[in-house]
C-alpha cells in the first residue's frame, strides 16, 4: 500500500474520531457546537465526503461509520441476519480505517432491537 493510502486512511480516521466527538456533544449530550466546531465539522465531512469514492462507500455506510456506537445499543440475538450486519460492518470499518475493529462493533444494534 502506497505512503498516500496510509495517509488518507489515518486521515479519515481522525475525521471520524473528531465527528464522533460532534455528534456526542449535539445528539446524547444535547449540547450546541461552538461556532469554530460547527466550521471544523463542516469542514471535516467536506473531507470525509470527498474520500467517499476512494473508500467505494455508499452514504448509508458513511452515515454508519459516524453513528455506530454513539447510543448505547443491545446486544445482537446472533441469528444469521444479526451475524452478516456484524461482519458487513467490521469489514466496511477495517477497510476504511486499517485498524482493527473496537468491541462497539460487535455490540450492534440488531433486527429485534429494531422492531421494539
Same mark, same amino acid.
Not at 54 to 69: D, P, V
Not at 98 to 104: A, E, I, T
Given at each position: #500500500?502506497? $505512503?498516500?493510502? /496510509? $495517509?488518507?486512511?489515518? $486521515?479519515?480516521?481522525? =475525521? ?12 446524547? =449530550?444535547?449540547?450546541? @457546537?461552538?461556532? @469554530? ?17 476512494? /473508500?467505494? @462507500?455508499?452514504?448509508?455506510? #458513511?452515515?454508519?461509520?459516524? /453513528?455506530?456506537? @454513539? ?27 486499517? =485498524? ?10 440488531? =433486527? ?5
Amino acid at each position: #500500500m502506497s $505512503q498516500t493510502s /496510509f $495517509q488518507s486512511r489515518d $486521515q479519515v480516521t481522525k =475525521h471520524l474520531e473528531i465527528l464522533r466527538k460532534y455528534a456526542r456533544i449535539t445528539l446524547v =449530550h444535547s449540547q450546541a @457546537l461552538s461556532r @469554530l466546531e460547527t466550521v471544523d465539522k463542516t469542514n471535516r465531512l467536506k473531507e470525509f465526503r470527498s474520500n467517499r469514492k476512494s /473508500f467505494q @462507500l455508499t452514504r448509508s455506510e #458513511m452515515a454508519r461509520l459516524i /453513528f455506530k456506537g @454513539l447510543f448505547r445499543a443491545p446486544r445482537s440475538c446472533g441469528c444469521p441476519t444479526c451475524q452478516a450486519r456484524r461482519a458487513i460492518d467490521k469489514m466496511i470499518l477495517q477497510q476504511t480505517t486499517g =485498524h482493527d475493529v473496537p468491541s462497539w462493533v460487535s455490540k450492534a444494534p440488531t =433486527h429485534e432491537a429494531r422492531r421494539s
